[in-house]
């Protein structure tokens, strides 16, 4: 019979090593953030730009950056309306996410990327109405 074996063991017998497994541990004693703000707050960086103090670039600017090294002056999302059952749902949606979008980019530290923010909602009910995903992937916008 086989033992299974630990990573660390390269070169060694297959055979001599015991597998010893540790009870996963999620957060190693870290409490997630309960709320948007927390998760905002919060500044992720890897390990070497903690041992010298440097943080990586927010999402925002790094799409900034992209925007500018790249010349473009419009980056956004495409939404596809694939139901139509009820309509006030959706132009509340809509509006969420416009707003909820903007609000965020507005906290951040490129605050003017929201002015290039365009969403592109696709909405024709001939064509969408119940559409699976390789219907959507197949169409062009």
């Known amino acids: 019979m086989l033992t ?15 597998f010893k497994s540790r009870p996963f541990v999620p957060c190693q004693g870290k409490r997630w953030p309960h709320s948007l ?3 905002r707050a919060q500044r992720f960086t890897s390990s070497t730009s903690k041992a010298t103090g440097m943080s ?6 790094v799409i900034f950056d ?15 309306r694939c139901t139509y059952d009820d309509d006030e749902g959706w132009t509340r949606f809509k509006q969420f996410i416009i707003q909820q979008s903007r609000a965020n980019i ?15 909602f696709v909405e024709d ?10 219907q959507l992937r197949s169409r062009q916008c």
């Open 66 to 80: 992209c925007l500018k090294n790249d010349k473009h002056d419009k980056w956004g999302w495409v939404i596809y």
């Open 56 to 61: 990586l670039p927010s999402p925002q600017r």
């Open 37 to 39: 703000t927390q998760l």
């Open 106 to 120: 507005t906290e951040s530290d490129t605050p003017e990327l929201a002015d290039s923010l365009e969403w592109t």
């Open 4 to 18: 299974p074996i630990r990573a660390s063991t390269i070169g060694r017998s297959l055979l001599q090593q015991p």
């Open 125 to 134: 009910r001939a064509t969408l109405d119940g559409a699976s995903k390789d």
